[in-house]
């Protein structure tokens, strides 16, 4: 049996933090939630005095960090899996934006791949595919040339059912024509569905989400703005009690307010904290990074070189600092959720808890946000 024993730190807990306690592990997993002193020795101990202990972040929304695009080719996936645990992330979805179906299989192999051979890496929990499937009127830095009905699509369609074990998640817009059709097909399927790059009415989003869309791609980006008469795809999301509404936490592309009115409307546990992260994020500013092989600039966000906003250039523990130091949320709903909600969203709730009996999955966070240590399934895969 292996042992561990995390001491030192306050732990996070699903309800309570948990001052001066120590987590042990034990094979993989969270052994017991003990106070400091009462941890039993033997095996090693790492000490974290001065740090939180946190659920290790999940996120559902990654297309690259580093440098590295999840579209790049063969080894951007494994290579991006290695580098998110140095900001805390233990599992996450890699997210493609509008492409070739080639380019789309050559992806989800890797997916398939990588999520297999579970190693120092992040742990691969499925594709994101911020789809072909989207209204052009509202794609953002999605490229043109891929977008495609579901009737044009059918290539890609194809790649998506043959790959269906390694979709985790599916971003369309509702509206589209054909999209009816192809929502009911991909829930029939077991695909959950988001909706986003859309300018569904709120009516269009209601049919959409009784249908069985369970989700809002990056809330109120690339969708009609919210108003108190003509509420959208956005209202309608946060009126319903069945929807996990991503939020981009990089400060930029929603503010600290608004990020705390949805926190104070849907509650931890239909709030997934996202990063949105391109290859651009934890890049100096002025890099050069790419997002689907074209070119993006690294500033306060990541912009095409006609200055459209092409996603974040944050990194998932910067945006559980945001959620805690500037939109000034508990610690305990912080936590949730950049963890619990976006592993039960794609299907995983044993992660993002630290609970007896759950895989280890834990980060060791200064108060700031630096992270000091993550472990993966009990593994210490990093450390500062």
Not at 57 to 74: I, K, N, S, T, Y
Not at 189 to 195: E, K
Not at 259 to 268: E, N, S, Y
Not at 317 to 337: G, N, Y
């Amino acid at each position: 049996m292996t042992r561990t024993v995390i001491r030192g730190g306050d732990v996070v807990l699903p309800d309570r933090v948990a001052e001066r306690h120590a987590v042990v592990i034990e094979d993989g997993a969270v052994a017991a939630v003990v106070p400091g002193g009462d941890a039993r020795a033997g095996g090693d101990v790492v000490d974290v005095t001065g740090a939180l202990v946190l659920p290790g972040f999940v996120d559902m929304h990654v297309h690259g960090v580093g440098g590295r695009d999840v579209l790049d080719g063969p080894g951007a996936v494994a290579a991006i899996a290695r580098i998110l645990p140095r900001f805390g992330v233990t599992a996450w979805c890699p997210t493609s934006v509008a492409c070739s179906a080639e380019s789309l299989d050559a992806l989800l192999t890797e997916v398939a791949a990588v999520g297999a051979s579970f190693g120092v890496g992040a742990r691969v929990l499925g594709a994101h595919l911020e789809s072909n499937f989207i209204n052009p009127a509202f794609r953002g830095a999605q490229p043109a040339e891929w977008l495609r009905t579901p009737a044009e699509g059918r290539d890609v369609l194809e790649v998506i059912r043959r790959h269906r074990a390694e979709v985790a998640t599916l971003t369309m817009a509702p509206e589209i024509p054909g999209g009816e059709a192809l929502l009911a097909a991909l829930i029939a399927d077991g695909i959950r569905v988001s909706l986003g790059h859309s300018a569904a009415t709120f009516e269009q989003a209601e049919d959409a989400f009784r249908a069985g869309a369970r989700g809002a791609t990056h809330l109120f980006n690339r969708m009609p703005p919210l108003a108190h008469r003509d509420p959208g795809l956005a209202g309608a999301a946060l009126a319903r009690d069945d929807v996990v509404v991503e939020l981009i936490g990089d400060g930029w592309h929603v503010h600290p307010a608004v990020m705390r009115m949805v926190w104070a409307a849907k509650g931890a546990a239909q709030v997934a904290a996202i990063s949105d992260g391109t290859a651009g994020a934890a890049c100096p500013r002025g890099t050069q990074a790419r997002l689907g092989g074209r070119s993006v600039l690294v500033g306060e966000v990541a912009r095409l070189d006609d200055g459209t906003v092409a996603g974040s250039v944050a990194t998932i523990s910067e945006v559980w600092s945001r959620w805690v130091h500037e939109v000034r949320v508990p610690l305990v709903d912080a936590s949730w959720m950049c963890a619990a909600t976006p592993a039960a969203a794609v299907g995983r709730p044993d992660l993002g808890r630290i609970v007896t009996g759950a895989p280890a999955d834990l980060v060791a966070v200064d108060p700031g946000g630096q992270v000091r240590h993550t472990w993966i399934g009990g593994a210490h895969v990093f450390g500062r």
